[in-house]
């Protein structure tokens, strides 16, 4: 962001203004933005948001406890959602053995 804010500060300030409508039209409470924004920012692999977020969510009064289980759950759907593309392509392995690997990320 501190290349964008000092080449391009309009768009910085528009990802501003849209925090900031984010905040005034939040449906939700604290506590669950902060968790919805720590699972994003596991997933995103942000460690400042990571930190962020962790530290928001214990502000709004979120226990270590629960946060453990947001990572857990985040680390559980990751590694499910990973299972699920892997196999959409390799779900016919043998024939793939059979006759070989045919892409382009050989050239």
């Given amino acids: 962001m501190r290349m964008l ?3 391009f500060p309009e768009f ?3 990802l501003d203004e849209i ?3 984010y905040e005034e039209k939040r449906m939700i409470d604290e506590k669950t933005y ?3 924004c720590f699972a994003l920012a596991i997933k995103g692999r942000s460690k400042p948001c990571v930190l962020k977020h962790f530290k928001g969510a214990l502000e709004a009064g979120a226990t270590v406890k629960e ?3 947001i990572l857990a759950l ?3 759907e990751a590694a499910g959602n990973d299972d699920c ?3 959409d392509f390799l779900n016919d392995w043998e024939s ?3 006759k070989g690997v045919d892409c382009d990320c050989q050239k």
């Fill in 5 to 7: 804010a000092e080449f």
């Fill in 12 to 14: 910085t300030q528009k």
């Fill in 19 to 21: 925090d900031k409508l």
């Fill in 34 to 36: 902060q968790f919805i």
């Fill in 67 to 69: 946060l453990s289980y």
């Fill in 74 to 76: 985040v680390m559980r």
């Fill in 85 to 87: 593309w892997v196999h």
């Fill in 96 to 98: 793939i053995l059979e």
